[in-house]
């Protein structure tokens, strides 16, 4: 890839075994991409790719051959590039199947490998206990220097959840590490494209829980992503849902907490983002500010649970955490890691915030529902509970409101559990974060049921006469 002053037109297809086989064509067939995101990892997809290579199976995605296998001639010379995460715990075997595929049908397709990132086996000793799986969470630049070499396809372990969108812009751009507002403002924009159709309103859950249609009809997103790290996020044009700054901002508060949030790469400071109604499902992210890498990645493991699997993540020194990319001409290189990182800032806002006019009229008791959307995600061995509204009189009610007293009034759940709450004025958003206490158990559905909680709301808020 060349540096371009030309958008990066990037989709997300958030695909499984389950789906049906031309999913991925049919959604390339009907949306003119640069590059497509295939994201095919969940916990329970990692768990079960490493019960099948303990029993001598393949340690990729094998539903990505039949994915990809449906659209290899819309891939390559003036066509899309794809950037997967596939690959699981064998990038370079799915890259080897790819490119035989390929030959199969007579393209000649250039693939690079990145590192999958296993320290399953260096589970107990970098303090995450006994383990099915566990694999290090790398950024972007792997992705980055592979597009840059000329691959067609960037197979990939279980990166950071924004890596496949970062790695694409900063090479479509030509982003160095030093470009941190461009760097912040593609994590951003990856965060959101990383939920699927949860950045459409179709479904309010991650692609990590569960997904109920398949890509082109279930709403998949689209990014334009600018040479300063700008965007519009739309979506697929036959996609059900749509694109508002209600989904987008949805989508940006899961799993976040504090206003610096920290990827491999950079730390995006989320009270920076502004977000705008550009048109019909067009949402313009801008500027997102950038501070330096933190110097620590994730280091994430897993093992079979009673119900949802159960994970671990503990840090990793930057310089610890090294890796490399096979580019498609079979060159081993190694992945620098990033020359400044930073301890990561406290969680508070920078700079202290003024709350505005609070609503009048008579208070009635209604639905926090009916004022304000409520977004759950997991932040480590937490949630984050994060309550958003649309307008700025109402968010300085929403804020005055939702104290940590008042969460644990409406959450009984939160009894005995750390909690701090975060503002995001930007985003009208109060965000709770809450953790067990050590070796405590986080309560399933915890905050599911918040939107449903009985409020006294200024009447101005409900728009109806007291």
Not at 21 to 39: C, K, M, P
Not at 161 to 173: F, M, N
Not at 445 to 465: F, K, N, Q
Request: aromatic residues 4%.
């Amino acid at each position: 890839m060349t540096t371009t002053p030309s958008p990066l037109r990037i989709g997300n297809v958030s695909a499984s075994r389950t789906d049906r086989a031309t999913a991925t064509a049919e959604f390339l067939g009907a949306a003119s991409l640069d590059v497509l995101a295939l994201d095919m990892l969940s916990d329970e997809a990692m768990l079960a790719l490493a019960a099948a290579r303990s029993g001598g199976g393949p340690g990729y995605e094998p539903a990505a051959l039949v994915q990809l296998g449906e659209c290899l001639d819309l891939i390559g010379a003036g066509g899309v590039r794809i950037v997967t995460n596939a690959g699981a715990l064998d990038p370079e075997g799915l890259a080897v199947e790819l490119r035989a595929r390929a030959s199969d049908a007579g393209i000649d397709l250039l693939v690079a490998a990145v590192d999958s990132g296993d320290v399953t086996d260096r589970a107990v000793e970098l303090g995450l206990g006994e383990a099915d799986v566990a694999t290090v969470r790398h950024g972007a630049f792997g992705i980055s220097r592979a597009l840059a070499a000329g691959a067609n396809v960037v197979v990939t372990g279980r990166v950071s959840r924004e890596a496949l969108v970062t790695g694409a812009a900063a090479a479509h751009h030509g982003w160095t590490s030093s470009a941190l507002d461009a760097l912040a403002g593609s994590v951003a924009v990856g965060h959101v494209l990383s939920g699927g159709p949860g950045a459409t309103g179709v479904v309010d859950s991650s692609t990590d829980v569960t997904r109920t249609t398949d890509p082109v009809a279930g709403g998949y997103p689209i990014a334009e992503i600018a040479p300063d790290g700008s965007a519009v996020i739309t979506r697929h044009p036959s996609a059900f849902g749509s694109v508002t700054v209600g989904t987008v901002t949805d989508q940006l508060l899961d799993g976040v907490a504090g206003v610096r949030y920290a990827a491999p790469d950079v730390v995006l400071r989320l009270d920076t983002v502004r977000l705008a109604q550009e048109g019909t499902d067009r949402v313009r992210l801008s500027g997102a500010r950038g501070e330096p890498a933190p110097p620590v990645v994730a280091v994430v493991a897993m093992r079979k649970g009673p119900g949802h699997p159960l994970r671990v993540a503990r840090p990793l020194a930057q310089e610890d955490s090294g890796h490399s990319v096979v580019l498609p001409g079979g060159e081993r290189v190694a992945v620098p890691v990033p020359p400044e990182t930073a301890d990561i800032g406290p969680g508070e806002l920078p700079a202290a915030w003024s709350p505005g006019t609070v609503p009048g009229g008579p208070p009635r008791t209604s639905a926090l529902g009916s004022v304000a959307g409520v977004r759950r995600g997991v932040v480590g061995r937490g949630v984050n509970i994060a309550v958003w509204t649309w307008d700025d009189s109402a968010f300085a009610w929403l804020a005055g409101e939702l104290t940590q007293e008042r969460f644990r009034e409406l959450l009984p759940g939160l009894e005995g559990m750390e909690t701090r709450r975060y503002l995001l004025p930007n985003l009208r958003a109060v965000n709770l974060v809450a953790r067990p206490p050590q070796g405590g158990v986080l309560e399933s559905g915890l905050g599911a049921d918040l939107a449903a909680a009985r409020l006294e709301i200024p009447g101005e808020l409900l728009e109806v006469d007291p």
